[in-house]
């Protein structure tokens, strides 16, 4: 029996005060003559939370894993940038990159991760042109050689046998609860009349959860759009349309003999309305 796993996880926006924020990063303060003094930032509420969401995740995927091996993906918006400067943990770029490569460090602890595809994101959150991207995956190759790290823009890549589309923008999840999944169904509908090989979408942006399935042809196709692991930004404020809950966590795929078996969803439901009796 051939046994992979994928681990696939989104928009942590590091950098951003309500986003995700490893308690180990080291970030420096400057004072008035220049001089650079190192400093754990302190993680808030929220950020104590997803780190907690997180690491927990973490775990649960690599119990499910076992010695097998891993892909991880992170499907865009790995950082903030600056268009949302208000909600900034440092006005400083490199921050936005230690904390985002960080975040990923914990992955890289595992002995079975074998590859990671860190897809290019939002421009308003990468700093142009994937700079953020590009950055964080040369950090994290310089590190751990041994683990295949590239940043793609759109990837449809084979791994164990089952064909993975990935992309950071794609359908809206639903303009009403009882829509929820319905242009997700649609889209994933076209993509098979232009590629009926494809067996697993991954798409992301809009901080909501969505999963569709569909036979086609006698063979089970899957879109997900994947949560978050960042509370209610400016951004996800206006991509969810002021949702009175977020999804945080990640999903992980199950292959075995070149067919997708079974889906480990870690998935948060967060109430983010603040409640007041009157």
């Known amino acids: 029996m051939m046994r992979k796993i994928i681990a696939v996880h989104s928009d942590t926006h590091g950098g951003c005060r309500v986003g995700l924020l490893n308690p180990?990063?080291?970030?420096?303060?400057?004072?008035?003559?220049?001089?650079?003094?190192?400093?754990?930032?302190?993680?808030?509420?929220?950020?104590?939370?997803?780190?907690?969401?997180?690491?927990?995740?973490?775990?649960?995927?690599?119990?499910?894993?076992?010695?097998?091996?891993?892909?991880?993906?992170?499907?865009?918006?790995?950082?903030?940038?600056?268009?949302?400067?208000?909600?900034?943990?440092?006005?400083?770029?490199?921050?936005?990159?230690?904390?985002?490569?960080?975040?990923?460090?914990?992955?890289?602890?595992?002995?079975?991760?074998?590859?990671?595809?860190?897809?290019?994101?939002?421009?308003?959150?990468?700093?142009?042109?994937?700079?953020?991207?590009?950055?964080?995956?040369?950090?994290?190759t310089t590190e751990k050689q041994a683990v295949d790290t590239k940043v793609i823009r759109h990837g449809l890549i084979e791994f164990g046998g089952v064909k993975v589309d990935c992309a950071h923008h794609g359908p809206f999840p639903g303009s009403r609860d009882w829509l929820r999944g319905n242009v997700a169904m649609f889209y994933l509908r076209d993509m098979l009349y232009a590629d009926s090989t494809v067996d697993l979408v991954l798409r992301s942006h809009y901080h909501q959860r969505v999963k569709v399935m569909l036979d086609w042809h006698g063979a089970t196709k899957t879109l997900m759009i994947t949560p978050s692991y960042c509370m209610l930004d400016d951004h996800a404020l206006q991509a969810t349309r002021s949702a009175a809950t977020s999804d945080i966590g990640m999903y992980a795929y199950e292959i075995i003999d070149g067919k997708l078996h079974d889906i480990l969803e870690c998935v948060h439901h967060i109430d983010l309305r603040a409640y007041e009796r009157i």
């Open 24 to 140: 180990a990063t080291i970030l420096y303060y400057e004072d008035d003559n220049g001089n650079l003094s190192p400093y754990h930032p302190k993680l808030n509420e929220s950020q104590s939370a997803l780190w907690k969401y997180y690491s927990d995740d973490i775990e649960q995927v690599k119990k499910f894993a076992g010695d097998d091996e891993i892909l991880l993906i992170h499907n865009g918006d790995m950082t903030h940038g600056k268009k949302y400067a208000r909600q900034l943990v440092s006005t400083r770029d490199a921050d936005q990159i230690m904390i985002a490569a960080e975040n990923l460090r914990p992955w890289y602890a595992l002995p079975n991760l074998k590859h990671v595809r860190i897809v290019a994101g939002t421009g308003a959150h990468n700093f142009e042109e994937n700079s953020a991207e590009i950055m964080i995956a040369q950090m994290m």
